[in-house]
């Protein structure tokens, strides 16, 4: 693990803001793992907010609503953040907002009925995974350990601890409908410490009883990356080992992202299907940083257009998500997926861009490996072409969390390389 420059400020302190009128939504049919949605929906149809606009296919996969009422006005291919372009349904959206009541008691639901409603309104990890999560709730292994990550240890994100802070009951309420599903005999709450008031709420919240948690239990953790990788979380607490390509069902636990738990909530309390998100707009070509609530679709463009973000620098680089572990982007007109964690913009001051050298083996890459695995050679056998040779060196095992290109002197894209492998590995 390693300690990087936060940059979390201002955004980290700023009470969050709300952007839920865009002029049009563009919804691609995968924004989670698995089969991409199957459209349900015509040109020129009218939609509700919530309405159902896409249905899951196979096994593994997600459906999709609409995130304001609206005419579709296109279905076609348009550009993904991930998989560059993809197919998607256009909203032209009107701006009346649609008010959600409380319509259920989750203590009359069992388990079966619960997981129904959390499939139903489309929600997936959202910590940036985007496996659908009534899968992830009911694995093949009984849990014994619920681990709710709240660690955002990725610099500038902040979006994870102004919701903790804001809509602490709507985390806890999600957390204890988890608890119904899975039964766990313990809960452990993980924050860094740099994120004060949400543990002090989240004490509080434990300590009012109010909440059917299993031996719920504050873990606060120094800061450090990556911290909210699974595998690294469930060590830290447990002291289990995740096997090489097991998952952590095989030791008995599972790992829930904050913002993933405050949407359960909502669909089992609300009926409301994840068509909104707290996301984090930062980076240092920004003159107002924030995090703010937009709708799933919403154009990264539309909010300066909107005059709702600014520029003070010039742009340099956009990232989807993190430094370490999001994407670059070539323009600003992409879509806002349901795994946005937050969307970066940079000047020339925050960029490295010397250029690629020979590797020195100074091993600094495999010193900061969380996984203990060997980064140098993935960047070897993947620049000779030896793509049969990477499962000898647990590829499968990497995270992408970013250390090792991070720390490189030679400034090798070690990640860049490690995903190249990963590609033609799989498709050789
Ligand atoms: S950190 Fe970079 S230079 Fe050092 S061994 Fe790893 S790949 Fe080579
Ligand atoms: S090899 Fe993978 S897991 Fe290890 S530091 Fe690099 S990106 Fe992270």
Not at 52 to 61: C, F, N, Q, R, Y
Not at 132 to 140: A, E, Q
Not at 398 to 410: D, L, R
Request: aromatic share 8%.
């Amino acid at each position: 693990m390693i300690r990087v420059e936060e940059y979390k400020l201002p955004q980290h302190d700023l009470p969050s803001e709300k952007f839920l009128h865009p002029k049009k939504v563009y919804l691609p049919l995968s924004q989670h793992i698995g089969k991409p949605s199957k459209e349900l929906v015509s040109l020129g149809n009218l939609v509700d907010e919530g309405e159902l606009i896409a249905k899951p296919e196979g096994k593994v996969s997600s459906s999709l609503h609409a995130p304001k009422k609206g005419k579709v006005v296109a279905i076609e291919y348009f550009p993904h953040p991930v998989l560059k372009r993809y197919k998607g349904i256009t909203i032209e959206c009107q701006e009346e907002e649609k008010k959600y009541f409380r319509t259920k008691d989750p203590s009359l639901l069992d388990k079966e009925k619960i997981l129904q409603i959390i499939e139903s309104a489309g929600i997936v990890g959202m910590g940036g995974a985007g496996f659908p999560t009534h899968i992830k709730l009911n694995p093949p292994k009984k849990i014994d350990t619920l681990i709710i990550n709240g660690c955002e240890c990725e610099p500038y994100l902040a979006c994870d601890y102004r919701l903790m802070v804001e809509n602490t009951q709507g985390v806890f309420g999600g957390v204890e409908i988890i608890c119904k599903i899975l039964q766990p005999k313990r809960v452990f709450f993980c924050i860094e410490e740099n994120k004060p008031e949400a543990i002090k709420r989240f004490n509080s919240s434990i300590s009012i009883k109010k909440y059917d948690l299993p031996s719920p239990q504050i873990v606060v953790l120094k800061s450090c990356y990556p911290q909210g990788g699974e595998k690294q979380l469930i060590y830290k607490v447990t002291k289990r080992k995740v096997p090489s390509g097991g998952l952590p069902f095989d030791v008995g636990c599972l790992v829930q992202n904050v913002a993933t738990c405050f949407s359960i909530y909502q669909a089992v309390y609300y009926s409301k299907p994840l068509i909104e998100r707290l996301v984090t707009f930062a980076g240092d070509s920004l003159f107002n940083p924030k995090n703010i609530w937009v709708k799933v679709g919403t154009l990264i463009s539309e909010l300066f257009e909107q005059g709702i973000l600014q520029f003070k620098k010039e742009l340099r680089k956009v990232i989807l998500g993190g430094p370490m572990m999001g994407i670059a982007l070539d323009s600003l007109d992409y879509p806002i997926l349901k795994t946005t964690t937050g969307v970066l913009f940079l000047s020339q001051d925050r960029i490295d861009q010397e250029p690629e050298q020979e590797c020195i083996r100074c091993a600094r890459c495999v010193d900061v490996c969380p996984m203990g695995l060997l980064p140098l050679e993935f960047v070897k056998r993947v620049k000779r072409g030896e793509f049969e040779k990477l499962d000898e060196v647990f590829i499968k095992d990497c995270i992408e969390c970013g250390c090792c290109s991070w720390g490189c002197p030679a400034k090798i894209p070690i990640v860049h390389y490690i995903k190249v492998g990963k590609l033609y590995g799989t498709h050789r």
